[in-house]
């Protein structure tokens, strides 16, 4: 499209909430909706010039939204966009005549073509930071050497696409040991040939491998088959060390693949394995036969669906070089932040704690190596310490940080949005002003043959906790707007945030709101709380209020 449609020009008004009607409603639900508020706010209701002009802008706005929600193409748009979306410049281009399905196809396809052309318009830096720590002299104790401590790191300093088919990669690394280091840097071109494939050619030089030419190409074979093909030479001391790596790769159902990989070069082997990820766990099993490597290995994570999307993982490999155990979990600790913790126990590998964060696109890894020995003490601490650690550091530094950033962005978007604010504050009470004579109508209406009666009602934020009494409640009265909806002695709200209702507005932007009503009926009180999107049907006999109380 001519016109991008950014994320933050998505606006909130609901046409669907306006209407009071259900997203899924159908013609015959919006037209008898669209009757009744028509009826209550036509102009020529109102001899007042105040009131007729509010009630102009009241019935233009309902209008407006059941032309919209009336036209299936239109209602598509609606619903993936917003009020914006319909504007969006090039929307000519796509066929009227195309049903909702089709157009919600195209308007998604559209969407991934202009966040690609972003993507290819500027660089996309990645990072990994790799240190590995010999710490085994915590545990295993000698009384005639001190080994120090080593560390060594790895560099991917990033992706920059330099054309629409062309991408540069820069990666590099370092390592030292006891104040002795080396590093090489490489640098890959790929090309995307096709839809079906692409290229890379890979140089590398350093002080650690030495000049390094490799080849690796990338290849659909069909709709759930795909191969590459890597070979390369690596220049050292000891001549010429050629490689070759081809790897085949098919889904196998919706959520498994399979893989079968074979190398040939310095350490040649054979492998196939088999990944199952699905929504609450992720599954592997691989075998390999080769030179020095020869093991079977099965590992399973489970996610859980929570807010922190916390995930334990175990892993069990066994071969000619022995056996590892390992078992860890990962959480989210901001909206761009996943700490994890891995320990791993073998023999002979001994114990060791791996500690990974990865923070938007970088990624650094810890790999902690506590001793060559299965020692339990060793085994305790690597579990326990970072489980300790974590739950304090998440007590004392991230949740208040999270807390202090989340008033700092409700305070940013209330101030953002304080200008709309004071505008839908004044179209609500405009249409409340519209509402009285209507309302009037309906009570007395009820009270003939004891229906229903809106006694009082609020809307917002309510605080009900003792630990956050000092915290303000920020409500409005609902009470014209919800009594100007009852029909029959009935009063049907549908799941759709109150805020666009008639006479409604948002007291407290960003915040969980809620509906407080106490009502009459039959000549019995009754009280219900409702949430922000929950539907609503009174009278509720549950809600029962003693008149004694």
């Known amino acids: 499209m001519a016109a991008a449609l950014e994320e933050d020009e998505i606006d909130n008004d609901d046409y669907y909430s306006l209407l009071n009607v259900r997203r899924e409603a159908t013609q015959e639900e919006l037209k008898a909706s669209y009757r009744r508020l028509c009826m209550l706010y ?23 939204a059941y032309e919209v929600l009336s036209d299936p193409q239109s209602r598509a748009i609606y619903d993936i966009y917003g009020k914006r979306g319909l504007d969006v410049e090039g929307w000519e281009v796509v066929e009227r005549k195309r049903t909702p399905a089709e157009i919600r196809e195209e308007f998604e396809r ?94 590398g030089a350093g002080d650690t491998h030495g000049p390094l030419f490799g080849l690796k190409i990338f290849r659909n074979l069909t709709a759930r ?14 001549g010429v060390r050629p490689g070759l790596t081809t790897m085949l790769a098919r889904h196998l159902d919706k959520n498994t693949m399979g893989y079968l990989q074979w190398r040939w070069g310095t350490q040649s082997s054979m492998s196939t394995s088999v990944v199952r990820d699905t ?37 069990v490999k066994t071969g000619f070089f022995g056996t590892v155990v390992e078992y860890g979990a990962e959480t989210k600790i901001s909206q761009h932040s996943v700490l994890g913790a891995t320990v791993s126990v073998g023999v002979p590998q001994g114990v060791s704690l791996k500690i990974k964060l990865n923070r938007a696109s970088q990624t650094y890894f810890f790999p902690i190596h506590l001793t060559d020995q299965l020692l339990p003490s060793a085994v305790f601490y690597a579990t326990v310490g970072p489980l300790v650690f974590y739950l304090a550091i998440q007590r004392l530094v991230i949740k208040p940080y999270m807390r202090a950033q989340k008033e700092q962005e409700l305070e940013k978007q209330r101030e953002s ?131 004694d109380t």
């Open 42 to 64: 036509h102009p020529d209701k109102h001899r007042d010039p105040e009131l007729k002009r509010q009630a102009e802008q009241l019935f233009n706005l309902v209008h407006q």
């Open 110 to 203: 559209l969407q991934r073509e202009r966040e690609e052309r972003r993507l290819q318009q500027r660089t996309n830096p990645k990072g990994t930071i790799s240190v590995g720590v010999d710490a085994t002299d915590l545990f295993d104790h000698y009384e005639e050497d001190y080994e120090e401590i080593t560390s060594g790191g790895f560099l991917h300093f990033g992706e920059a696409p330099l054309t629409t088919t062309d991408t540069a990669i820069l990666s590099g690394s370092l390592s030292t040991h006891n104040g002795n280091g080396g590093g090489n840097i490489n640098l890959a071109l790929r090309r995307v040939t096709s839809a079906k494939g692409w290229g890379e050619v890979e140089l």
């Open 225 to 238: 088959c795909f191969m590459t093909a890597q070979c390369g030479m690596q220049f050292s001391s000891r």
């Open 279 to 315: 929504k609450s766990s992720h599954f592997t099993f691989a075998m390999q036969l080769g030179i020095p490597h020869t093991f079977i290995m099965m590992s399973y994570q489970y996610k859980f669906q929570d807010e922190d999307q916390t995930k334990i993982k175990g892993s």
């Open 417 to 547: 949005a304080s200008s709309d604010i004071a505008q839908k504050k004044q179209e609500a009470e405009s249409a409340v002003l519209l509402m009285q004579e209507s309302v009037r109508r309906i009570i007395e209406a009820e009270e003939s043959r004891m229906g229903l009666i809106i006694l009082n009602a609020w809307y917002g934020k309510f605080v009900t906790d003792n630990s956050r009494k000092h915290e303000r409640a920020r409500v409005i009265d609902v009470t014209v707007p919800l009594q100007c909806l009852v029909k029959d002695s009935k009063l049907i709200l549908t799941e759709a945030s109150k805020a666009g209702l008639p006479g409604f507005y948002d007291p407290c932007v960003g915040e969980e709101k809620s509906l407080k009503v106490l009502y009459q009926f039959r000549g019995v009180m009754h009280q219900v709380l409702s949430g922000d999107t929950e539907a609503l049907r009174i009278p509720k006999q549950s809600h029962r209020i003693d008149n």
